[in-house]
């Protein structure tokens, strides 16, 4: 069993940042597959980004929607069970909740930006973009 609390959402002005962290609890995290996605009001859940687990021959290999790619980064940090959202350069159209998930299973080759291949998700945490 593996859960997830996000934090670091709030309100931002447009063109600022924000650090999103998600921890994850369980001896499991080094072994999971972490994504985020997002939800905003009357729209489809969005993937964002993943990283694969930093013991697998890919080491750590990160993936982005072509939506975001350039604007945000993400890491994780394996002693602190914590995975990172960086977000630059925000736009009104980035207010959404923020979900981040595990994956425990294998998907050879996938990029997991599929929700389906996921296994844990967190509650999610509030992002707006707003003047």
């Known amino acids: 069993q593996v859960q997830l609390v996000e934090s670091g959402g709030g309100l931002v002005q447009p063109g600022g940042s924000l650090r999103l962290a998600c921890a994850a609890s369980?001896?499991?995290?080094?072994?999971?597959?972490m994504g985020w996605f997002r939800q905003a009001p009357g729209k489809e859940p969005e993937f964002l980004s993943a990283?694969?687990?930093?013991?697998?021959?890919?080491?750590?290999?990160?993936t982005y929607a072509d939506s975001v790619k350039g604007r945000i980064t993400i890491s994780r940090d394996n002693a602190k069970n914590t995975v990172y959202l960086q977000m630059n350069s925000l736009k009104p159209e980035d207010t959404a909740i923020y979900y981040c998930?595990?994956?425990?299973?294998?998907?050879?080759?996938?990029?997991?930006?599929?929700?389906?291949?996921?296994?844990?998700w967190g509650k999610g945490t509030q992002v707006t973009v707003s003047s």
């Open positions: 998930a595990a994956s425990l299973t294998y998907y050879g080759g996938s990029s997991y930006s599929y929700s389906g291949e996921y296994d844990y």
């Open positions: 369980g001896r499991t995290f080094n072994n999971a597959v």
């Open positions: 990283v694969t687990s930093s013991i697998t021959s890919s080491g750590g290999r990160t």
